[in-house]
């Protein structure tokens, strides 16, 4: 069910230096070095979420290397969630992200009850989407049902989902299937904090997406893990992340979930 979602803010822009660097030197390689190491921020369109905002932020470096981008959560979305139902959030991405990830969009989906698997994953916890596919085409994602079961159990192409993903016993509207890590604890006796999820619908991998549970984001200062890679990309030219992340910083307050360290395919 799509709660709908009132954008209270425009796109925003900071600038940083990493790493220590230091102002450019008439050297070109002194200058190429520190745009590698300056970054710009980009933050898209605040969303109300509970009682606070989330928006999409992006780090990119001067060379045009994205650095990280995901989910930026003001601690007073914690409070006035809803205590039921499936509730979701379109999250805007700025601009700039799509030139230099493969993504299209963002959705934060707050799960108060959790899902299937029984036993797993139902305790509260986020889903945080991150689409490579359009707004549209991912609304146009039907239930299954006996007609359109032949589009969720068209997989992507070997290769194209890592090995050791399974995929969910039903695919699901408005989003695809989910491919579920099984060597993740969760499947061995440990109880669910944070995980990993690929999508897909009709042969294409739709989404990335972390999960984790909303104890786990109010409790932890800093989280990241890398999260297994397929052996082919679809589309190429383009550059992937390869970890994902959960931390509070420290003079906010404020929630991040977000992917980085990211590849050119």
């Known amino acids: 069910m799509m709660a709908s979602s009132a ?27 520190n745009q ?10 605040e969303v109300h979420v509970g009682d606070g ?13 994205p650095q990280e981008v995901g989910f930026e959560i ?18 805007p991405l700025h601009p700039k992200s799509l030139n230099v990830t493969p993504f299209d969009h963002m959705e934060l989906d707050w ?7 029984a036993g797993i994953y139902t305790v509260p916890h986020f889903d945080f989407h991150f689409y490579k596919i359009s707004l549209a085409a991912q609304m146009a994602i039907p239930v299954e049902d006996n007609s359109t079961a032949v589009f969720f159990n068209n997989y992507p192409p070997a290769g194209y ?21 099984v060597t993740s604890p969760e499947f061995h006796g440990s109880p669910f904090t944070k995980t ?33 890679q397929p052996l082919y990309f679809s589309p190429m030219g ?10 509070t910083d420290a003079a906010t307050g404020d929630y991040h979930v977000s992917l980085s360290n990211f590849v050119w395919r």
């Open 111 to 117: 799960n108060p009850q959790g899902h299937p698997p």
């Open 196 to 228: 990993f999820i690929y999508g897909s619908y009709n042969g294409e991998v739709t989404f990335y997406e972390p999960m984790v549970t909303k104890a786990f984001i109010e409790s932890t200062t800093s989280s990241s893990s890398d999260f297994r």
């Open 53 to 65: 905002k989330v928006r999409s932020f992006l780090i990119i470096s001067h060379v045009g290397v």
């Open 161 to 181: 989902l890592p090995a050791g993903y399974v995929p969910g016993p039903v695919g699901v509207a408005k989003m695809g299937l989910h491919w579920q890590d």
């Open 238 to 247: 383009t550059y992937y992340p390869t970890r994902y992340n959960v931390y």
């Open 74 to 91: 003001t601690p007073s979305v914690m409070q006035g969630l809803p205590a039921t139902g499936e509730n979701s959030y379109i999250i």
């Open 7 to 33: 954008i209270v803010n425009s796109c925003t822009k900071d600038q940083s230096l990493q790493n220590n660097a230091v102002p450019p030197t008439t050297s070109d390689a002194s200058i190429a070095s």
């Open 36 to 45: 590698s190491e300056m970054t710009n921020t980009f933050k898209g369109p």
